[in-house]
């Protein structure tokens, strides 16, 4: 009864039906249980996954989409992502051709970081003051007097925002007081000093993920996730250049294409995608599509996602050969940035595996959101040792092994298998 690993109203029912043919009835035999340690069965369904012992490959269950009952915050975190989305592709149509596009101390990119996360921060206290933001930037270098002139294009980039979403409608005109000035921004952005536990309730915020994706015009995302008492239960993509329509079978990459795709996902509700500019999607639903990671893909039609050159979470070489031993035979697909867990539950890849060196350690916000989207789709994502993702012990996530994500429970089994095999 611990298993989290399911949407709430497949807990019992298709967890039970799932793992019928293995030898016990629980669903806490799920070795992705969120609660291992506390459960027995928990406990030894983990260690039974380490050693790689195969999950019944019966059909997934399904997931439907229910976005008109995702919680009112959810509503929230959408418009907030949706505003810093758009302040996005704002900046990258002049980023073309500008030499100072790397990210550097005042770059547009680097703009476009602070006043994104001003955007979020503020839109969020505006109708949740009472759920606290860990967000990756602070405003200590717009506060110190150097900061005058960054700061300045900060306030601007965030009014020019607001301004125009309230000229054509996307927010009530006088929503917020604008122009706000250069201290309200600051206040807005520092709102995401908190750090995450295991009590109340947080927003997780990665303004924009993937620098390299923005500057080059590929993929990049604005991650914001939200976490109640420890679990990670709503998250919403922005991934202004992701397409909605098929990529082909043998793409290397996924072309870029506006509007973008916003993707919204809550804990027992489903994940779905809406074209990154549509008012009101979650209540209207126009425009909107409910989203499944892929669920018959098994290792051999499998399609994993790469970054994009060098990257420093990724070892190439370690998933090459986890690829091979995998029997994958399709190309894979290099995606910039958080956009890989969009790409997955929309099930243009079915897996990513993602391998920092040893003294790198991960953050909470560049996986909070990814987490629940992937989730909600149907898909899994543990460490590399199939433990679930921690995200109550502060701004840092640790793990083990990695953290791999799968298009469903199945081929994630056989990838920890795959894994413990490489390892040992
Ligand atoms: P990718 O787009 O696959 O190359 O992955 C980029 C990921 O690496 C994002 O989660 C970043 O937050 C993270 N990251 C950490 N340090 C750096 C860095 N110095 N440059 C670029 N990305 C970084
Ligand atoms: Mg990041």
Known sequence: DNCQAYPTPYRHTAARAMFATTAAACPAQYPLCRAPSSCRRGRRADSRARRGVALSASPEPRVLAHPMSFPPEMRTAVEAVQLASRLCMATQDILVGDDRAAKSDDSPVTVADFAAQALVGLWLERSHPDIKLVAEENADALRVAGGASLSSRVTSLVNETLASAMEDGFIESGSIEIPVTDTFVWDAIDRGAGSPSGDGAFWILDPIDGTKGFIAGRQYAVALG???????????????????????????????????????????????????????????????????????????????????????????????????????????????????????????????????????????????????????????????????????????????????????????????????????
């Not at 979470?313 to 969009?342: E, H, P």
Request: with cysteine; net charge negative; hydrophobic share 40%.
């Open 226 to 424: 939200l976490m109640v008492n420890g679990s990670v239960c709503g998250g919403v993509l922005g991934c202004p250049n992701m397409p909605q329509e098929l990529i082909p079978e043998d793409a290397t990459f996924i072309p870029p294409q506006r509007p973008g795709t916003v993707f919204a996902a809550y804990e027992g509700k489903g994940c779905v995608a809406f074209p990154a500019d549509a008012k009101d999607a979650l209540r209207s639903e126009k425009n909107v599509t409910p989203v499944r990671a892929d669920s018959f893909a098994s290792p051999h039609t499998a399609r994993y996602m790469e970054s994009w050159g060098d990257s420093v979470v990724a070892n190439g070489d370690k998933t090459s050969v986890i690829a091979k031993a995998l029997g994958i035979t399709r190309t894979a697909v290099r995606v910039d940035s958080m956009a890989k867990y969009g790409a997955l539950a929309f099930g243009y890849a079915d897996l990513y595996l993602r391998f920092p060196p040893k003294e790198y350690r991960e953050k909470v916000w560049d996986h909070a959101a990814g987490v629940a989207v992937v989730e909600a789709a149907g898909g899994v994502i543990t460490d590399g040792e199939g433990n679930a993702l921690d995200f109550t012990k502060g701004r840092f996530l640790d793990q083990k092994g990695g953290i791999v994500a799968s298009a469903n429970p199945s081929l994630h089994a056989a990838l920890l298998e795959a894994l413990a095999k490489i390892d040992e």
